[in-house]
């Protein structure tokens, strides 16, 4: 199943290198769509299907924070799972991430394989040589 992203960062290089990123982990991938700070993400949340968010913490008028804060107050976007990706690397804040409802955090820079790993454990999708399903040998009547 290939999975709409929404990638939220103020810099648009940054951007770019989080799309090419993802694209190269093999992670699958339907539409990537951009927005540069959280106020923008809203508004592709809007009038897009997204099933995953990646933002960055640090954002002039709206942080990522903040975002997932909105996020995790929408009856219709709270399912959503959001990464955030920050070079920051405190514990506290990571705490904070976690405690607000982020699915994940990953630390810039990261690789493809870290990257797929951790996405594909949040939408529960089997990693490469892991099998996603195992009927065994039993056998199904539809």
């Known amino acids: ?55 960055d913490y640090n954002m002039p008028d709206m942080d990522g924070l903040e975002l997932l804060e909105a996020i995790k107050k929408d009856e219709i976007l709270k399912e959503i799972p959001v990464v955030m990706i920050t070079t920051e690397g405190s514990q506290q804040r990571i705490q904070t991430f976690m405690d607000k409802g982020a699915a994940a955090y990953v630390k810039k820079p990261f690789t493809p394989d870290e990257i797929k790993s951790k996405l594909s454990q949040i939408m529960g999708e089997p990693e490469d040589g892991q099998e996603g399903f195992d009927g065994g040998d039993e056998e199904f009547d539809f």
């Open 1 to 55: 199943m290939a999975y709409n992203i929404l990638v939220v960062d103020d810099s648009l290089p940054m951007r770019a290198v989080i799309k090419k990123v993802v694209k190269a982990s093999g992670f699958d991938v339907g539409s990537l769509y951009e927005a540069a700070n959280g106020r923008e993400a809203l508004g592709v949340l809007k009038d897009s299907w997204i099933d995953l968010i990646l933002t």
